[in-house]
Protein backbone atom coordinates (compact mmCIF):
# COMPACT_ATOMS: atom_id res chain seq x y z
CA UNK A 1 0.00 0.00 0.00
CA UNK A 2 0.95 3.60 -0.96
CA UNK A 3 0.02 6.15 1.35
CA UNK A 4 -0.49 10.15 -0.15
CA UNK A 5 -1.82 12.82 2.51
CA UNK A 6 -2.29 15.89 0.16
CA UNK A 7 -3.30 19.02 1.08
CA UNK A 8 -5.57 22.53 -0.12
CA UNK A 9 -6.40 25.74 0.72
CA UNK A 10 -9.77 25.02 0.91
CA UNK A 11 -12.79 23.07 0.10
CA UNK A 12 -12.81 24.88 -3.25
CA UNK A 13 -9.54 23.64 -4.29
CA UNK A 14 -10.15 20.04 -3.05
CA UNK A 15 -13.15 19.32 -5.29
CA UNK A 16 -11.47 20.02 -8.53
CA UNK A 17 -8.25 17.77 -7.77
CA UNK A 18 -10.62 14.91 -6.15
CA UNK A 19 -13.08 15.09 -9.57
CA UNK A 20 -9.36 14.77 -11.63
CA UNK A 21 -8.88 11.89 -9.17
CA UNK A 22 -12.27 10.03 -9.81
CA UNK A 23 -11.80 10.77 -13.93
CA UNK A 24 -8.01 9.19 -13.79
CA UNK A 25 -9.04 6.44 -11.85
CA UNK A 26 -11.83 5.96 -14.60
CA UNK A 27 -9.93 6.23 -17.77
CA UNK A 28 -7.40 3.63 -15.97
CA UNK A 29 -9.90 1.07 -15.11
CA UNK A 30 -9.61 -0.70 -18.45
CA UNK A 31 -13.38 -1.54 -18.70
CA UNK A 32 -16.04 -0.95 -16.51
CA UNK A 33 -15.28 1.55 -13.35
CA UNK A 34 -16.89 0.45 -10.05
CA UNK A 35 -17.09 3.38 -7.81
CA UNK A 36 -17.60 3.20 -4.29
CA UNK A 37 -19.65 6.75 -2.54
CA UNK A 38 -19.73 8.08 0.83
CA UNK A 39 -22.42 10.52 1.88
CA UNK A 40 -22.11 13.65 3.88
CA UNK A 41 -20.56 16.78 2.37
CA UNK A 42 -19.02 14.86 -0.42
CA UNK A 43 -22.20 15.05 -2.11
CA UNK A 44 -22.22 18.23 -2.92
CA UNK A 45 -18.85 18.49 -3.67
CA UNK A 46 -18.65 16.06 -5.87
CA UNK A 47 -22.16 17.40 -8.43
CA UNK A 48 -19.93 20.69 -7.88
CA UNK A 49 -16.81 19.42 -9.70
CA UNK A 50 -17.12 16.15 -11.12
CA UNK A 51 -19.06 16.15 -14.19
CA UNK A 52 -17.28 19.03 -15.78
CA UNK A 53 -13.88 16.93 -14.98
CA UNK A 54 -15.41 14.12 -17.07
CA UNK A 55 -15.09 13.64 -20.83
CA UNK A 56 -18.12 14.47 -22.35
CA UNK A 57 -20.75 12.04 -24.08
CA UNK A 58 -19.03 9.13 -26.37
CA UNK A 59 -15.48 10.24 -24.70
CA UNK A 60 -15.54 8.54 -21.62
CA UNK A 61 -15.54 5.30 -22.69
CA UNK A 62 -18.91 2.87 -23.83
CA UNK A 63 -19.19 0.54 -20.74
CA UNK A 64 -21.26 2.10 -17.93
CA UNK A 65 -20.15 2.97 -14.41
CA UNK A 66 -20.39 0.30 -11.54
CA UNK A 67 -21.85 2.80 -8.85
CA UNK A 68 -22.34 1.42 -5.48
CA UNK A 69 -22.93 3.21 -1.79
CA UNK A 70 -20.21 2.63 1.07
CA UNK A 71 -23.14 2.81 3.36
CA UNK A 72 -26.80 3.66 3.46
CA UNK A 73 -29.26 4.75 6.42
CA UNK A 74 -31.94 2.91 6.28
CA UNK A 75 -34.77 5.51 5.43
CA UNK A 76 -36.91 5.78 2.35
CA UNK A 77 -35.02 6.69 -0.72
CA UNK A 78 -36.99 10.31 -0.68
CA UNK A 79 -35.69 10.90 3.17
CA UNK A 80 -33.13 14.12 3.38
CA UNK A 81 -30.74 11.43 5.29
CA UNK A 82 -30.57 9.00 2.25
CA UNK A 83 -27.62 8.87 0.37
CA UNK A 84 -28.59 7.07 -2.39
CA UNK A 85 -31.20 9.39 -2.63
CA UNK A 86 -29.10 12.68 -2.71
CA UNK A 87 -26.70 11.31 -5.49
CA UNK A 88 -29.41 10.43 -7.69
CA UNK A 89 -30.94 14.14 -7.06
CA UNK A 90 -27.79 15.97 -7.54
CA UNK A 91 -24.75 14.22 -8.98
CA UNK A 92 -26.17 11.05 -11.13
CA UNK A 93 -28.25 12.86 -13.87
CA UNK A 94 -25.31 14.97 -14.62
CA UNK A 95 -22.41 12.40 -15.58
CA UNK A 96 -21.86 12.23 -18.93
CA UNK A 97 -21.71 9.34 -21.01
CA UNK A 98 -24.03 6.16 -20.75
CA UNK A 99 -25.86 5.94 -17.49
CA UNK A 100 -24.64 4.36 -14.62
CA UNK A 101 -25.52 0.79 -12.87
CA UNK A 102 -26.60 1.87 -9.53
CA UNK A 103 -26.70 -0.25 -6.76
CA UNK A 104 -29.16 0.89 -4.25
CA UNK A 105 -30.51 -0.64 -1.03
CA UNK A 106 -33.82 -2.14 -1.35
CA UNK A 107 -36.30 -0.01 0.57
CA UNK A 108 -38.51 -1.56 3.61
CA UNK A 109 -36.42 -4.71 4.61
CA UNK A 110 -34.83 -5.14 8.00
CA UNK A 111 -31.23 -3.82 8.59
CA UNK A 112 -30.13 -7.63 8.53
CA UNK A 113 -32.70 -8.32 5.63
CA UNK A 114 -31.37 -4.93 3.67
CA UNK A 115 -27.57 -6.06 4.09
CA UNK A 116 -27.81 -9.90 3.38
CA UNK A 117 -29.83 -8.51 -0.16
CA UNK A 118 -26.89 -5.37 -0.67
CA UNK A 119 -23.94 -8.29 -0.41
CA UNK A 120 -25.87 -10.43 -2.77
CA UNK A 121 -26.45 -7.65 -5.38
CA UNK A 122 -22.29 -6.84 -5.18
CA UNK A 123 -21.40 -10.62 -5.61
CA UNK A 124 -23.64 -10.26 -8.55
CA UNK A 125 -22.24 -7.33 -9.77
CA UNK A 126 -18.30 -8.46 -9.17
CA UNK A 127 -18.64 -12.27 -9.84
CA UNK A 128 -15.46 -14.15 -9.96
CA UNK A 129 -14.20 -11.43 -6.45
CA UNK A 130 -13.93 -13.13 -3.83
CA UNK A 131 -14.20 -9.83 -2.28
CA UNK A 132 -15.59 -7.22 -4.41
CA UNK A 133 -12.63 -4.91 -5.32
CA UNK A 134 -13.67 -1.35 -6.30
CA UNK A 135 -11.72 0.33 -8.72
CA UNK A 136 -12.10 3.41 -5.97
CA UNK A 137 -13.75 4.15 -2.97
CA UNK A 138 -14.59 7.83 -1.67
CA UNK A 139 -14.73 7.75 2.19
CA UNK A 140 -15.19 10.70 4.37
CA UNK A 141 -13.87 10.78 8.28
CA UNK A 142 -16.11 11.92 11.36
CA UNK A 143 -14.87 13.62 14.44
CA UNK A 144 -14.60 10.46 16.08
CA UNK A 145 -12.86 8.73 13.34
CA UNK A 146 -15.76 6.95 11.99
CA UNK A 147 -15.85 6.04 8.19
CA UNK A 148 -18.73 4.98 6.43
CA UNK A 149 -21.02 3.35 9.05
CA UNK A 150 -18.34 1.85 11.08
CA UNK A 151 -17.75 3.32 14.65
CA UNK A 152 -15.28 3.41 17.43
CA UNK A 153 -15.15 0.21 19.59
CA UNK A 154 -18.12 -1.10 17.46
CA UNK A 155 -18.10 -4.79 17.00
CA UNK A 156 -18.14 -4.69 13.32
CA UNK A 157 -14.90 -3.37 12.94
CA UNK A 158 -14.09 -6.93 14.11
CA UNK A 159 -16.56 -8.75 10.97
CA UNK A 160 -14.18 -10.63 8.61
CA UNK A 161 -16.90 -12.73 7.07
CA UNK A 162 -19.59 -10.68 5.39
CA UNK A 163 -19.15 -7.65 3.27
CA UNK A 164 -22.17 -6.02 4.21
CA UNK A 165 -23.36 -5.73 7.65
CA UNK A 166 -26.57 -3.97 9.65
CA UNK A 167 -26.11 -1.79 12.17
CA UNK A 168 -28.64 -0.62 14.46
CA UNK A 169 -27.03 0.48 17.06
CA UNK A 170 -25.78 3.18 14.94
CA UNK A 171 -24.27 6.41 17.77
CA UNK A 172 -25.22 8.66 14.68
CA UNK A 173 -28.95 8.79 14.17
CA UNK A 174 -30.45 7.38 12.32
CA UNK A 175 -29.32 4.26 14.09
CA UNK A 176 -30.41 1.46 11.60
CA UNK A 177 -27.90 1.73 8.60
CA UNK A 178 -26.25 -0.83 6.50
CA UNK A 179 -22.12 -0.45 5.71
CA UNK A 180 -19.09 -2.20 3.64
CA UNK A 181 -16.82 -3.87 6.06
CA UNK A 182 -13.16 -3.22 6.27
CA UNK A 183 -12.29 -6.54 3.92
CA UNK A 184 -14.27 -4.75 1.17
CA UNK A 185 -12.86 -1.13 1.81
CA UNK A 186 -9.35 -2.92 2.41
CA UNK A 187 -9.45 -5.09 -1.28
CA UNK A 188 -10.25 -1.71 -2.95
CA UNK A 189 -7.73 -0.91 -5.93
CA UNK A 190 -7.67 3.18 -4.13
CA UNK A 191 -9.29 4.60 -1.83
CA UNK A 192 -9.25 8.17 -1.02
CA UNK A 193 -10.67 10.20 2.52
CA UNK A 194 -12.21 13.90 1.97
CA UNK A 195 -11.72 15.48 5.24
CA UNK A 196 -12.11 19.58 5.91
CA UNK A 197 -12.74 21.94 8.61
CA UNK A 198 -11.06 22.32 11.95
CA UNK A 199 -13.31 20.00 13.94
CA UNK A 200 -11.32 16.96 11.78
CA UNK A 201 -7.99 18.29 12.49
CA UNK A 202 -7.23 16.55 16.46
CA UNK A 203 -8.70 13.15 14.52
CA UNK A 204 -6.50 13.34 11.50
CA UNK A 205 -3.71 13.34 13.52
CA UNK A 206 -4.54 10.52 15.66
CA UNK A 207 -5.34 8.71 12.17
CA UNK A 208 -1.83 9.56 10.54
CA UNK A 209 0.69 10.00 13.12
CA UNK A 210 -0.76 7.54 15.93
CA UNK A 211 -0.11 3.92 16.23
CA UNK A 212 -2.79 3.12 18.85
CA UNK A 213 -3.26 -0.55 20.40
CA UNK A 214 -6.98 -0.10 19.33
CA UNK A 215 -6.84 1.98 16.17
CA UNK A 216 -10.05 4.39 15.12
CA UNK A 217 -11.96 2.71 12.31
CA UNK A 218 -10.62 5.17 9.43
CA UNK A 219 -7.07 4.39 10.36
CA UNK A 220 -7.95 0.76 9.75
CA UNK A 221 -8.35 0.93 6.37
CA UNK A 222 -5.10 0.10 4.86
CA UNK A 223 -5.84 -1.83 1.06
CA UNK A 224 -3.80 -4.64 0.77
CA UNK A 225 -2.65 -4.23 -2.58
CA UNK A 226 -3.95 -0.34 -3.54
CA UNK A 227 -3.55 3.38 -3.33
CA UNK A 228 -4.48 5.32 -0.12
CA UNK A 229 -5.00 9.18 -0.68
CA UNK A 230 -6.48 11.34 1.80
CA UNK A 231 -7.35 14.83 0.53
CA UNK A 232 -7.47 17.33 3.38
CA UNK A 233 -7.90 21.07 3.20
CA UNK A 234 -5.54 23.45 5.49
CA UNK A 235 -7.81 23.55 8.46
CA UNK A 236 -8.06 19.96 8.70
CA UNK A 237 -4.60 19.02 8.27
CA UNK A 238 -3.77 22.02 10.53
CA UNK A 239 -1.71 19.59 13.11
CA UNK A 240 -0.12 17.21 11.06
CA UNK A 241 3.55 17.06 11.58
CA UNK A 242 3.70 13.94 8.71
CA UNK A 243 5.23 14.99 4.79
CA UNK A 244 2.50 16.38 2.71
CA UNK A 245 1.78 17.61 -0.68
CA UNK A 246 0.64 21.14 -0.20
CA UNK A 247 -1.01 22.84 -2.82
CA UNK A 248 -1.69 26.59 -4.41
CA UNK A 249 -4.52 28.25 -5.34
CA UNK A 250 -4.19 27.15 -8.95
Known amino acids: MSRRVSVFPSPQELGPALAQLVAQRAAGSGGRFSLGLSGGSLVALLARDL ?11 AEPWLVAFCDERLVPPGHPESTSGA ?12 KPRVLTVT ?20 QGDGVPAFDLLILGVGPDGHTCSLFPDHPL ?3 EEKIVAAITDSPKPPPERITLTLPVLNAAR ?12 AVL ?15 RVQPHAG ?9 AAAELTVPFEKHSVL
Open 51 to 61: PAALPGPGGGG
Open 87 to 98: YEAQLLPRLPGP
Open 107 to 126: PGLSPHAAAADYAAKLREAF
Open 157 to 159: LKE
Open 190 to 201: AVVFVATGEGKA
Open 205 to 219: KRILEGAEENPLPAA
Open 227 to 235: QLHWFLDEA
